[in-house]
């Protein structure tokens, strides 16, 4: 998608470690416009999908998912990072090591709103080794549901993530794919 683009050439920053700073607009502060858009452009890609619910992971995934959401009129399911007092004891879980933090977190949705029934769109900010597409993945085959998608926002390719899932036989759909960067220099695919 040109618009994504052309503001992570304007704003993104390419730091150490791989790391791809697009707090400014995507994931920290919020250009709604933009996010607006982003869920147009994966209403308009899988509006064929027959998917019933969309799924991402706490928390930079959120209004990315809900911009979908809202375009395509489905309801979006967070997986918690923690569990709170207020969800049930019947929870799906699974483990995600985020790149960018270098922790592992024990992520769970409850079985109460996930189910055999529902088809599952996963949308989330960044698609780079896979970790939080296979945790979110396997939230989704626990439940018996079926993925109809993936979506990031942002893939950094060169990082092999969407291998992963489409060896699980799912569609990946990628907004800005990120061929190669260094400091400086972002290269698309």
Same mark, same amino acid.
């Given at each position: 998608?040109? $618009? $994504?683009?052309?503001?992570?050439?304007?704003?993104?920053?390419? $730091?150490?470690?791989?790391? $791809? !700073?697009? &707090?400014? %607009?995507?994931?920290?502060?919020?250009?709604?416009?933009?996010? /607006? *858009?982003?869920?147009?452009?994966?209403? !308009?890609? %899988? *509006?064929?999908?027959? *998917?019933?619910?969309?799924?991402?992971?706490?928390?930079?995934?959120?209004?990315?998912? %809900?911009?979908?959401?809202?375009?395509?009129?489905?309801?979006?399911?967070?997986? @918690? @990072?923690?569990? /709170?007092?207020?969800?049930? &004891?019947?929870? #799906? =879980?699974?483990?995600? +090591?985020?790149? =960018?933090?270098?922790?592992?977190? /024990?992520?769970?949705?409850?079985?109460? #709103?996930?189910?055999?029934?529902?088809?599952?769109?996963?949308?989330?900010?960044?698609?780079?080794?896979?970790?939080?597409?296979?945790?979110?993945?396997?939230?989704?085959?626990?439940?018996?549901?079926?993925?109809?998608? +993936?979506?990031?926002?942002?893939? !950094?390719?060169?990082?092999?993530?969407?291998?992963?899932?489409?060896?699980?036989?799912?569609?990946? #759909?990628?907004?800005?794919?990120?061929?190669?960067?260094?400091?400086?220099?972002?290269? %698309?695919?």
């Amino acid at each position: 998608m040109k $618009l $994504l683009e052309d503001k992570i050439l304007r704003e993104g920053k390419v $730091l150490a470690g791989d790391i $791809l !700073k697009v &707090d400014g %607009f995507l994931n920290h502060r919020l250009d709604t416009a933009l996010i /607006t *858009a982003l869920g147009k452009d994966i209403a !308009k890609q %899988f *509006a064929n999908s027959g *998917a019933s619910l969309i799924l991402t992971v706490e928390s930079s995934g959120i209004a990315i998912a %809900f911009a979908a959401g809202q375009a395509m009129g489905l309801p979006v399911l967070v997986a @918690k @990072k923690s569990k /709170t007092l207020n969800i049930s &004891d019947g929870v #799906y =879980t699974a483990p995600v +090591f985020s790149y =960018t933090h270098k922790t592992e977190n /024990t992520v769970l949705v409850s079985n109460e #709103y996930l189910s055999a029934a529902d088809k599952v769109l996963i949308v989330d900010d960044f698609l780079a080794s896979g970790n939080a597409a296979m945790g979110l993945l396997s939230l989704v085959e626990q439940a018996g549901a079926k993925a109809v998608g +993936f979506v990031a926002a942002i893939e !950094k390719a060169h990082q092999g993530g969407r291998a992963l899932i489409e060896a699980k036989g799912v569609p990946v #759909y990628s907004l800005a794919c990120i061929k190669e960067m260094r400091a400086g220099e972002i290269i %698309f695919d």
